[in-house]
């Protein structure tokens, strides 16, 4: 028997949200964004901005170019965590194979149990009745054998979709659709899959799959799958969390500088932010990543492992400077700042041992302190002057996991997320 999968996609999802909760934002373009009066993107835009050519992550500038009249809002993080959750909570209703894949989209497998609520377009029109008449929001469901061709059929016809791909119309459908429509091929893999003559998913499909891991490496097979609209991978449940890669965090200064007292100072406020996540979920990393943005929108990246594991804001911010010293053009504005740490390890104490014990006691009562009053009550020296976080959620966020119980416990498993729609 075929798989059901449901992917749901909300639409404009912190955009809807802002519109649903302030009835004089209704019918407008809106962006909402992290600060309305600094310097910010777009993190989601409503469709009456999106038709006027505006999208995620446009800066506001371009999005004003393109829409004079547009409406900036701030992002409200708590609000569309806790929409989330309870939408969350209507999907395990229907199944407790529950996926959040980000804050406004889930997979759920419906192939056990969509027959006791009349069938899959049965369980998808349920869902947006309630979603609607719950939330005043819509979403953009796909219905599919797999979550490749379910994310795929929710995209084709927002907003307030539901679409269907049956197993016999798979064929049919790959034979005419580019590549670059799929989940997960992005534009430089269409841009050498073009090149190789492959321009949709039936062209995909049939190349020889030893002549694409020849050139796309272990992809080569993923790829080949995919152009055959083949995805066995399962739906996971919620409460299974996934294997945190890395951590980091990053920054849009609030103008452009290349005063260097200004950057350590920010760097070292975005690495003591990365070594207290690292510090708060019980993990140490090796590799540590630079990202700097200029001016012109121009973005380097460069890592280098260390020999030990570190969680200690200070010597991520030390290994971050050097990494600085090797990037950086001289006398180029810095627009992003970003630093994060990889090559993650769980409960692994950082190497001098002599050391430790005073340290670990020193983060554990400082980070007791910041849990309490909030973060950089209790900070290094430097930081009394810093910049306020980002207001956004990414769009990784997931729900921590829980115990296997349907979704009243979800609401408390929540982590502080940081941007999306």
Known sequence: MARIVLHIDMDAFFASVEQQTFPFLRGKPIGVCGDPDGRTVIAAASYEAKRRGVRTAMTVPEARRLCPDIVLVGGRPAKYVDTSIRILAIYTRFTDLVEVFSIDEAFIDVTDSAHLFGGDEA??????????????????????????????????????????????????????????????????TTAKLNRMGIRTCAELGRYPEKKLVAVFGINGTHLHNMGNGRDDSPVMPYYHESETKSMGHSMTLNQDTRDMAVVRRHLLQLSEQVGRRLRRDGYAGRTVTLVLRYADFTTTVRQRSLKSYIDDGHRIYQAGLRLFAELYKPQHFIRLLGISVSNLVRHMKQASMFENGRKDALFKATDELNDRFGEFEVARARLTTRSSGPRVISPSWRPARTARRPAETIHQSIRTPASDD
């Open 123 to 188: 369980v998808a029109r349920k869902i947006k009745h309630e979603i609607k008449e719950k939330f005043g929001i819509t979403c953009s469901i796909g219905i599919a054998p797999n979550k490749l061709l379910a994310k795929l059929a929710s995209r084709m016809h927002k907003p307030d979709g539901l679409t269907v791909i049956r197993p016999e119309e798979i064929a049919g459908l790959m034979g005419k659709l580019p590549v670059e429509k799929i989940c997960g091929i992005g534009p430089r």
